[in-house]
């Protein structure tokens, strides 16, 4: 292994070297619970983490610990720990940096399951969620108390993909000695680097493009080495939150090809963008690829390339965006994203139903809004099946506005 190689030769080679035994040049799944000691004094070595080894796949496991490796080093962070599912790598987080007493400071913009688990679960353990406003540059310095234990964010947000200035965060976290906790889920290390702006630990949900393929459930902590063991000895291993090892095999197939897809999803989602944007039946869209998003040079700065997540407004309300989503043909109504294939939701009847229409128009979501997760087809057979459903929208918002 060789630190200088470059990230797509680091998605292919990190972590992993064909093991001595069996010389398997693809990583070997080790789909075991547990494993065997050589004698006491080695078990109880190996327990004490007085020497490196395997003991029970709930603590550590020879195929997880390779995706660890090559996550922590796509990142560029020291360690990474894999769990089970993106909000349990949340739900460790916050559970190894607070406790009862303590302040959480967080982006209310935020995927609706981390939102809700702040909501809801962190004020059950007596910790307290302390909601920035976005719109108040100083409004996260605002936030912090000395009670506060982090600082939460993800980048682009979800679903108005608007853009967060990490490094000025980043900036008030360490002002204040606390770390800055950043879900980088709809960019995967290929398009942002956290750590280089200076953030001390990364979550991802790897269910979404690192898989790439809608099959593996996954998530992962990644940050320095020290926090990373202690939170393996003492909160991963007495909560159980870990990946079962064929996920992580699966996971490790997907990252060889990240590069390549994630070139892909933005190149295609630029077209659809540009696409939207002069379309006659569409009233906005928010692509921060797009000049006319109101953070493009935020995301210039901080962003390889722009994602292919979009946000658009049909014309016609409520039953518009319904009807578009109904007359898709390629693109599937689904609630996961960054898969290969064109994903799209109308949040207002689905994920952020439960909403009255005001707290909905504070999150952002208009009732004619869609989320598009742009997939890797051929962009013309994206644009002909958007251009179909847009046409059925005419009839549904013609409709509404007589009523
Ligand atoms: C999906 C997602 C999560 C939650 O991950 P799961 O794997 O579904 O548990 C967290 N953050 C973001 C940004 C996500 O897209």
Same mark, same amino acid.
């Given at each position: 292994m060789n630190k200088n190689w470059h990230f797509d030769t680091q998605c292919i080679h990190?972590?992993?070297? $064909? =093991?001595?035994?069996?010389?398997?040049?693809q990583v070997p799944l080790y789909m075991t619970s547990s494993f065997t000691f050589a004698n006491t004094d080695e078990a109880a070595a190996v327990f004490n983490a007085e020497q490196e080894g395997y003991v029970y796949t709930r603590v550590n496991n020879p195929t997880n610990e390779v995706f660890e490796k090559r996550m922590a080093v796509l990142e560029g962070a020291e360690a990474g720990l894999v769990t089970s599912t993106g909000l349990s790598a949340v739900l460790l987080v916050l559970i190894s940096l607070a406790q009862a007493g303590d302040e959480v400071v967080l982006?209310?913009?935020?995927y609706g399951g981390a939102y809700r688990q702040f909501w809801y679960h962190a004020p059950r353990m007596g910790i307290k969620p302390v909601w920035v406003d976005?719109?108040? $540059? =100083?409004g996260w310095e605002k936030a912090v108390?000395?009670?506060?234990?982090f600082i939460y964010l993800e980048t682009?947000?979800?679903?108005?993909?608007n853009i967060i200035d990490i490094a000025h965060v980043a900036q008030v976290a360490k002002k204040h000695g606390i770390p800055l906790v950043v879900d980088n889920t709809f960019c995967t290390?290929?398009?942002?680097?956290p750590i280089e702006l200076g953030a001390d630990i990364i979550i991802h949900s790897t269910t979404k493009y690192i898989a790439g393929n809608s099959t593996a459930m996954g998530g992962i902590v990644l940050g320095k080495k020290d926090y990373i063991d202690q939170v393996r000895i003492e909160d991963y291993r007495n909560t159980g939150p870990t990946a079962s090892p064929f996920n992580s095999w699966l996971l490790l197939l997907s990252l060889e090809t990240l590069p390549l897809r994630m070139d892909k999803h933005c190149s295609n989602a630029r077209a659809i963008a540009d696409y939207l944007e002069q379309?006659?039946?569409?009233d906005k869209v928010i692509y921060p690829?797009?000049?006319?998003?109101?953070q493009h040079e935020l995301a210039r700065k901080q962003m390889r390339d722009f994602g292919a997540m979009i946000a658009f407004e049909v014309k016609g309300g409520m039953p518009a965006g319904k009807a578009f989503i109904d007359s898709l043909q390629l693109c599937s109504q689904v609630a996961?994203?960054?898969?290969a294939r064109t994903l799209a939701i109308?949040?207002?009847?689905?994920?952020?139903?439960?909403?009255?229409p005001e707290q909905q128009l504070e999150a952002g979501?208009?009732?004619?809004l869609v989320r598009f997760s742009v997939g890797i087809e051929n962009p013309a057979d994206i644009i002909a099946d958007i251009d179909q459903a847009l046409q059925a929208t005419v009839q549904a918002g013609s409709s509404f506005v007589k009523q």
């Open positions: 990190a972590g992993y070297q $064909p =093991d001595p035994e069996t010389q398997s040049r982006s209310p913009r935020l976005l719109d108040d $540059p =100083d108390t000395p009670k506060t234990r682009p947000g979800n679903p108005t993909i290390p290929y398009l942002q680097r379309h006659p039946l569409v690829g797009l000049a006319s998003h109101p996961n994203l960054g898969d109308h949040p207002a009847s689905t994920t952020h139903q439960p909403l009255t979501i208009s009732p004619g």
